[in-house]
């Protein structure tokens, strides 16, 4: 099989392209020239030569883009774009007229935009029910069949997160970036949820002291087991980070941890605490 280009094969192919994807054309230049051109092949002379498949329509031309130069102040893009479509009796849509105005901005500068839109409140309009009671612009049925949409204290909505759902959850501080919280209950806001290894470490041993925390011996954020939940205060947690105490293995953590408390009562000691 031949699969070499000439000056033939690139005639034939600039005359087959247009209509026809590169299959098609591969299958035709293949069974006049007895060749074995693939499509990324076609593709790629196709490229090479700049040879198009389909014509390309262009709409904005010389003489459509003069008229909207000249028609487009007092309008919105939707009054522009029936003008355009009724005069050349083209289809174009709101989208289109606003990334013509975009790129006609970019490229030479001008500024199509008339700041008119009809889908905007109007400075100075006053909403019909302004200062009124519900009786005054509201059918006794209307209020009736309103009241059953609001939302009543207690409600839970519909697609709530049952108790006992799992998440990762991020707060604005990096060291609780991926910590697993566990919803508890429903009605307390942010207390719905709380971290789940807390919930573990106070099942097991009670309420967690003020100023104190949970770590993780071995780092791993996944594991619940008890044996891995270390209990410290805040001033010893800090103490483990400055001096490195923290490791991957959870009785090498356990030892910096029993250093930093050591550390922290002899500081307390020394400052009277």
Not at 41 to 49: G, L, M
Not at 147 to 160: D, H, L, M, R, V
């Amino acid at each position: 099989m031949i699969r070499k280009w000439d000056s033939e094969k690139i005639e034939y192919l600039k005359q087959i392209c247009p209509g026809r994807n590169e299959k098609e054309i591969a299958d035709m230049i293949n069974k006049k020239f007895n060749t074995t051109f693939t499509k990324s092949a076609i593709n790629s002379i196709k490229s090479k030569h700049n040879i198009k498949s389909k014509k390309v329509v262009r709409v904005y031309t010389d003489e459509v883009v003069e008229f909207i130069i000249n028609n487009y102040q007092g309008k919105d893009n939707i009054e522009l774009a029936e003008l355009v479509n009724k005069q050349f009796n083209l289809n174009v849509n709101v989208a289109s007229i606003c990334n013509f105005k975009a790129n006609i901005k970019r490229r030479k500068g001008i500024n199509l935009n008339t700041g008119i839109n009809r889908g905007c409140i109007k400075k100075g309009n006053i909403p019909m029910n302004k200062g009124k009671k519900w009786s005054e612009y509201m059918s006794e049925e209307g209020m009736k069949n309103s009241s059953k949409t609001w939302y009543k204290k207690g409600n839970i909505s519909s697609n709530a997160d049952p108790i006992g759902t799992e998440k990762i959850k991020y707060s604005k501080s990096n060291k609780d970036d991926g910590y697993i919280y566990i919803k508890v209950c429903d009605g307390k806001k942010q207390k719905n949820w709380i971290p789940k290894h807390r919930l573990i470490y106070e099942q097991h041993y009670g309420k967690i002291p003020a100023g104190h925390k949970v770590i993780f011996a071995d780092g791993n954020k996944e594991n619940f087991d008890i044996d891995n939940l270390i209990l410290v205060k805040n001033s010893e947690e800090l103490i483990m980070n400055r001096r490195k105490l923290i490791f991957d293995n959870k009785e090498l953590t356990k030892t910096g941890a029993n250093i930093a408390k050591v550390l922290n009562k002899a500081y307390e000691r020394q400052k009277g605490l």
